[in-house]
């Protein structure tokens, strides 16, 4: 089972950035897909951004295109959220969480699912809070 460690949340001011680190103890399959997930006080867990094994197929919700990027370091079992021009409407805790599983093929590439009960394995989250 693996274990995810998130870091790098904190307090920034709008117009701000921010990089998140999911630290994964080890991966059990060699195939899986893993992202950043968040949620704002009152409000429903949301995707950010997924990311299949080996950098494949990234993708970014709508709210945070073209100022968020997802990656990953596999040598270090690391997954990143990079967040530039961070708004108010970012403050949420932010959450790795990782499936083995959940995720389908489409001409010839393999895409992760984008709703957070697809994905079976969560990390303990880390809080972005952005102030205008």
């Known amino acids: 089972q693996v274990q995810l460690v998130e870091s790098g949340g904190g307090s920034v001011q709008a117009g701000g950035s921010l990089r998140l680190s999911c630290a994964a103890s080890a991966f059990a399959y060699s195939y899986y897909c893993i992202g950043w997930f968040r949620q704002a006080p009152g409000k429903e867990r949301e995707v950010v951004a997924t990311?299949?094994?080996?950098?494949?197929?990234?993708y970014i919700a709508d709210s945070v295109k073209g100022r968020f990027t997802i990656s990953q370091d596999n040598a270090k079992n690391t997954l990143y959220l990079q967040m530039n021009s961070l708004q108010p409407e970012d403050t949420a805790m932010y959450y790795c969480?990782?499936?083995?599983?959940?995720?389908?093929?489409?001409?010839?590439?393999?895409?992760?699912?984008?709703?957070?009960?697809?994905?079976?394995?969560w990390g303990q989250g880390t809080q972005v809070t952005v102030s205008s």
């Open positions: 969480a990782e499936d083995p599983r959940h995720m389908f093929a489409f001409q010839g590439s393999t895409y992760c699912y984008s709703a957070p009960g697809e994905y079976n394995y």
């Open positions: 990311i299949y094994s080996g950098g494949e197929t990234p």
